[in-house]
């Protein structure tokens, strides 16, 4: 089972038949309620007169004693009527309606408004000593049956004022992500409802009282960042959890780098990346590879830039480059051996031209013609053994016309190909004697 | 045992008493709906008092076709709803897009790893709008199509709150089942 489907099961099974008795006074609300309906099914003009008219009349005669006032209300004031103010009390079990007439001239109408405030007066003066605590003030205007408040919106206190309960803050927010890799600028959309004050904790130590911070996390780790949101004296807080994944380190090199590179030659790349787990290889050259440690040949000279994208597990990536890998033209590739073993016959005195490369006389090989060229050969002395002008004449071997001892030595090679382009080496080689000989 | 259909026919013809007997015997689990749908008990309470005068109201216009309780809680829960429009502050979308369904860690949760009294927490604490989406789709089994109606959303937005809501839920339910081990320990 997938947890999707898990988590609306654990809710179906357990509220499918969920019960719970309600307060006691929700059923007396209710009951209230219905009376008051019935009440209003009668057409107007089939309205008990003689409850409206006892009820008026002992309206108007309050007002007539407290305010001496001579206002009266007309009896077609019952037909167009607008209801005002209901108040519904237990205790006393009276009710109180006051009728008003929309219709009247502009004159009566001033008059009309001046006594409702009057009758309010007097209601609120009554209020203090008759409604406690535990009565509700039902407030209904314009549309009797849609436009009622519910009870948890309006709510007297025991002074018979009405006060109109502050909505209570709600701590709420989004974030543009919830997982990100190292360092991530992450921002904070707040989305609480009736507060006045923010305050943000990142779960790092730092804070912000910005209303959509942007906070940037440079390390890795997971952080809990709370929005607490402040109403007044009331406040509501929200936890988000962030967590910020370690980027990997991307890095290689090329496996032959001491030596020069050229179009056709297998380059060996390795992978020097850590916190990786899949990397993709640029080669410059529009070629791409994704395995770990790579062999590329370029078919060009030129110089390449070679990137490394690391990726790890959680896909964040790091990126390593090389941006200037030299590939040659192999027409210029000059190819010397690193050791030869000559025979002691003088072999010619080290023509070597168009003979097969049996490696008895040390020269190098090249592709293109050259014009211009010089090899010297020293020994560990630094003195120097052989020197030839003709790349078609290598060493043989010989030192003062005798064979030269059997060790390491130094050689320089430098001179300019056909087409102009110079080149210079050095290197060292083996003399080395096979046993038979 | 209760006679049902006695009783709505008494309440057709507004008999207090037989009002009152319905309430009594079904106020329970209309309340278990309510308190679903409301980020409070207070709310729960309202919604209620508010859909049941609706019940007792409109009783006539029952036609003793299908479930009388299935249409009790039917208004029950479109009482529900015209409190969520009457609340709504503000009306966010978001595209279907944004949202992608994270499988990093699948918790499997038995029915008995938490009480009643905590999925409803989880649930009361869901914003608005995620509450009563959840609610309806996962629990009162509306199609998204249905609740985009009603809720006078796009079909899309829907679907996508859906999501959100649940994300959060799992979250909750991981953070509860993490406080729970730790006790445990």
Known sequence: ?437 | MIDLHQIVKKCKAYDKKAQKELYDVYSPVLFGICLRYSKSEAEAEDVLQEGFVKILTKINDFKDIGSFEGWMKRIIVNTAISFYHKNKKYNETYDIDEITEKNTENYVWGNEDFTKEELLKVINDLPEGYRVIFNMYAIEGYKHKEIAEKLNISHNTSKSQYLRAKERIREKLEQLSKIKIKNVK
């Not at chain 1, 709600?170 to 890799?181: K, L, P, Q």
């Not at chain 1, 000279?301 to 790890?312: D, H, T, W």
């Not at chain 1, 168009?354 to 010089?374: A, C, D, G, L, M």
């Open chain 1, 1 to 437: 089972m997938s947890s999707k489907e898990n988590t609306e099961n654990i809710f179906k099974n357990q509220f499918e038949s969920f019960k719970q008795t309600p307060p006691s006074s929700v059923w007396k609300k209710i009951e209230r309620k219905m009376i008051f309906k019935r009440f209003l099914k009668y057409k107007p003009l089939s309205l008990n007169l003689w409850n409206i008219i006892g009820i008026t009349a002992i309206i108007t005669s309050t007002i007539l004693i407290t305010q001496n006032t001579t206002h009266k209300i007309t009896k077609n004031l019952l037909t167009e009527k607008t209801v005002k103010n209901v108040i519904t009390d237990n205790n006393i079990r009276n009710k109180s309606i006051v009728i008003t007439d929309d219709k009247k001239e502009t004159a009566e109408k001033t008059n009309t408004e001046k006594k409702i405030t009057q009758i309010n007066n007097a209601f609120n003066n009554k209020s203090e000593n008759q409604i406690s605590d535990k009565n509700e003030i039902e407030v209904i205007s314009g549309n009797l049956l849609k436009e009622n408040y519910t009870n948890s919106e309006l709510k007297s206190n025991n002074e018979g004022k009405i006060n109109v309960k502050l909505a209570e803050p709600h701590s709420e927010f989004s974030v543009s992500t919830e997982s990100a890799c190292e360092p991530a600028a992450i921002t904070f959309l707040n989305e609480s409802e009736n507060c006045d004050s923010f305050h943000w904790n990142f779960g790092n130590g730092k804070t912000s009282s910005q209303k959509n911070p942007t906070f940037v996390f440079s390390t890795a780790g997971t952080y809990t960042v709370t929005l607490t949101v402040t109403s007044g004296s009331v406040s509501d807080f929200m936890s988000k959890k962030i967590t910020i994944y370690p980027k990997p380190n991307a890095d290689f090199e090329i496996g032959n780098k001491n030596k020069n590179l050229y179009n056709n030659d297998k380059i060996i790349f390795l992978n020097n990346s850590s916190g990786y787990s899949k990397c993709i290889w640029n080669f410059g050259d529009n070629n791409t590879s994704a395995y770990t440690n790579p062999e590329h040949t370029y078919e060009n000279a030129g110089n390449y830039k070679v990137s490394l994208i690391s990726i790890s597990d959680k896909r964040c990536a790091d990126t390593a480059y090389i941006s200037n890998v030299s590939i040659q033209d192999l027409k210029y590739k000059i190819n010397f051996p690193t050791a030869f073993s000559p025979d002691k016959s003088g072999q010619n005195n080290g023509y070597w031209k168009n003979s097969s490369y049996t490696n008895t006389i040390f020269h190098p090989v090249v592709n293109t013609e050259v014009s211009k060229y010089r090899l010297r050969i020293f020994n560990k002395y630094g003195t120097l053994i052989f020197e030839s002008t003709d790349i078609n004449i290598g060493w043989n071997g010989f030192y003062k016309n005798s064979p030269a001892s059997s060790e390491v030595y130094v050689w320089e090679c430098s001179g300019k190909f056909e087409d102009g382009k110079l080149f210079k080496k050095t290197g060292n080689l083996t003399l080395l004697y096979l046993r038979n000989q």
